[in-house]
């Protein structure tokens, strides 16, 4: 049944992922009787979720409202805000709206799952209004750390509400328009009822800080040094790519690009129209033979994942590339909360190779790709939105965003939470009601809840051990063998855990069952499972998961 009537004329706001959380965009607007989801986004799992790397909103209500929902619009190529598309466009199958180098991204990721076929991409053009239904989108192209961040003019009968996406200004972006405040003002000048915005920086008191300052200081420090400089940055920050080869060519270094995604991101970006200046990337078993003072890579691995270029370079497990003492590693990103473990081991790998590290927090080598509170000071005074709905941001974020909001002259803010449905209108924000939300993981190549017990009992095998224990018995409830026992992840040296001391216990507490429950299979799994947990807490202090397999045969 459909949620929205076509006569029904409110307009509704549904964020599904990313209001309470930096991570997994996924919202809604509805008006009669049709829905435009905005971003589809993924996050990563984080640790209590072992084997699992990514998260996506789970979004049911959007998947059962299907036959209403008339698109999907990307505000850019983010993986916050792209990375689900992959894995749960089977359950919306709308046509997908974006601008070439996210549509380039996006199909990256279809190929990969062998959906290229099947999903059509429509082509956005900045400022060119298009509609969805009864929605009028505009592209506004707005400063952010990827090339092609967009705002969205939401126009409907009702009025205007501006989804700002993710953004910052930036006098001198090095790619992409400088920040459109005219047409930003017209929009404001035509009313705007609602923003919808970027609480990411909220907590910054300046502005964002501009991307050729990097540039500058980033050409000084690489200038100054005399062995090999290894630049990380986020691969989807296409002007600090660019940035990186215009400091090799200033420094006269060859310039050589390590890391998958740093690769497809080129790509995307050289096929798109970005970077046509770069110079020639060299290959990297060609520049192991180069003097030090002569390269400069570039490369992933900023927040000290394992598994990335830089990683493995400072582990001395690249097959062409070492790092030794003079030569440099200049992380140009921001620390992540939540890595500075990861990061912090990278750091110690560093120094004791002789390595120099320098990081935000000692030069001036990295600019935010969103708002601090003079950018949105500027963002409000020239859209002049009635209501303010801050949004990608954790709950601290979202209520900041909402008391400069009103500071700045709003008439009225909702801090939302995921699943709220909001209407929005001239007079007020109004909660009306909440649908389910949940969590969905990847796991391996497949999508499951995030509580699913499968989950549940990994976590508790990965923390506390399982055991898993076999017995045959008669159909009188006699054994008929020895029980098997396998422990996993269990310590099972102390005397008092081993395997002849566990199968006595199981022994006892056949003899001592009355023979109608030995009879019984539940009954029996039931009571060694609680007899060999109950052993362990008491002399391990551990709580280990027990499988009990029991098997009757017949005499
Ligand atoms: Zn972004
Ligand atoms: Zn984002």
């Known amino acids: 049944m459909a949620y929205l009537n076509p006569s029904d004329k409110r307009m509704f706001f549904v964020p599904l992922g990313g209001s309470g959380e930096i991570g997994m965009n996924l919202n809604l607007y509805g008006y009669q009787g049709h829905w435009m989801m905005v971003d589809c986004g993924m996050s990563f799992a984080g640790d209590g979720f072992p084997g699992i790397d990514l998260m996506f909103p789970d979004p049911v209500f959007a998947a059962r409202e299907k036959q209403n929902l008339l698109g999907m619009v990307i505000t850019h190529g983010h993986e916050d805000h792209i990375g689900a598309i992959p894995h749960l466009w089977r359950r919306f199958e709308c046509p997908i709206y974006a601008t070439p180098f996210t549509a380039a991204l996006i199909t990256d990721k279809l190929v990969e799952a062998g959906l290229e076929e099947d999903v059509e991409i429509r082509l956005v053009e900045d400022d060119k209004s298009f509609s969805i239904g009864p929605f009028e989108v505009t592209y506004i192209a707005l400063a952010h750390s990827t090339a092609e961040g967009h705002g969205l003019a939401i126009k409907t009968d009702l009025g205007t509400v501006f989804h700002t996406g993710d953004w910052k200004l930036d006098p001198n972006p090095l790619i992409g328009p400088v920040c459109p405040s005219g047409k930003l003002e017209a929009l404001g000048n035509e009313g705007v009822l609602a923003l919808v915005g970027d609480s990411t920086n909220v907590f910054n008191p300046e502005n964002a800080g501009s991307e050729l300052a990097v540039k500058q200081r980033l050409t000084e420090l690489c200038a100054q040094k005399e062995g090999r400089v290894v630049i990380t940055t986020f691969a989807s920050n296409v002007a600090r790519l660019d940035t990186v080869g215009e400091v090799a060519k200033a420094t006269g270094r060859h310039l050589v690009l390590l890391g998958r995604s740093m690769k497809r991101i080129y790509k995307a970006a050289k096929s798109t129209g970005y970077l046509q200046n770069f110079p020639t990337v060299l290959d990297e078993e060609d520049a192991g033979h180069l003097p030090r003072e002569r390269v400069l890579i570039c490369c992933t691995g900023c927040q000290g994942e394992n598994r990335a270029a830089l ?179 269990v310590y099972s040296a102390d005397p008092l855990m081993s395997h002849d001391i566990i199968i006595n216990l199981i022994e006892d507490l056949l003899e001592r069952m009355p023979q109608h429950e030995r009879e019984k299979q539940e009954t029996v799994g039931e009571k060694v499972r609680i007899a060999v947990r109950r052993h362990f807490r008491a002399n391990q202090g551990k709580n280990p998961g027990v499988a009990v397999l029991v098997t009757y045969l017949e005499d």
Not at 356 to 366: S, Y
Not at 411 to 432: F, M, R
């Open 311 to 489: 990683s493995r370079i400072a582990r001395d497990e690249h097959r062409y590339l070492t790092l030794v003492d003079g030569d440099t590693v200049i992380f140009s990103s921001k620390i992540i909360p939540g890595n500075e473990l990861a990061l912090g081991e990278l750091f110690n790998q560093l120094a004791a190779s002789g390595v120099q590290v320098i990081t935000e927090k000692d030069d001036f080598v990295h600019v935010s790709g969103h708002p601090g509170q003079a950018d949105l000071r500027d963002m409000y005074g020239w859209t002049k939105p009635k209501h303010a709905i801050p949004v990608h941001g954790e709950y601290r974020h979202l209520s900041k965003h909402a008391d400069l909001a009103r500071s700045f002259g709003v008439e009225s803010t909702l801090v939302p939470q995921n699943g709220d449905v909001i209407t929005i209108s001239a007079d007020a924000l109004v909660k009306v009601d909440e649908v389910p939300v949940g969590r969905l993981v990847l796991d391996g190549e497949k999508v499951i809840a995030a509580d699913d017990p499968a989950i549940a009992d990994r976590r508790r095998a990965s923390y506390q051990g399982f055991i898993t224990i076999s017995l045959v018995l008669a159909d009188n409830g006699d054994l008929l063998a020895d029980p098997q026992v396998a422990m996993l992840g």
